[in-house]
């Protein structure tokens, strides 16, 4: 079992940032992908970054090149996303997920076997 906590949500104006943070415990960091999945209202839950188990291979959707950052530090078993920028249609819950793959499957929410609880993004105009 993996463990995972996420923090950092919070309300910001359009164009602000904010950094999320999730925590993981359990089994082996570094033997996980990582990913950054969001669920606005009414809508399907949608990956938003990933990151390799290295680090060294990172994966955005088009709608946040450019703006979002995903990055780890394995030595504190955290994962973060950097969010810069920030639109009024990044408003969601973001989750922070932890799966085997395979890599090329980032962007599926099948590759993912463990997830936080979410925390909520919102982004006034």
């Known amino acids: 079992q993996v463990q995972l906590v996420e923090s950092g949500g919070g309300l910001v104006q359009a164009g602000g940032s904010l950094r999320l943070s999730c925590a993981a415990s359990g089994r082996t960091f570094t033997n996980y992908i990582m990913g950054w999945f969001r669920q606005a209202p009414g809508k399907e839950r949608d990956v938003v970054a990933a990151i390799s188990q290295s680090g060294t291979r990172t994966y955005y959707t088009d709608s946040v090149k450019g703006r979002f950052t995903i990055s780890r530090d394995n030595a504190k078993n955290t994962v973060y996303l950097q969010m810069n920028s920030l639109k009024p249609e990044d408003t969601a819950v973001y989750y922070c997920?932890?799966?085997?793959?395979?890599?090329?499957?980032?962007?599926?929410?099948?590759?993912?076997?463990?997830w936080g609880q979410g925390t909520q993004v919102t982004v006034s105009s």
């Open positions: 997920a932890a799966g085997g793959g395979p890599l090329g499957q980032w962007g599926r929410i099948s590759a993912y076997d463990y």
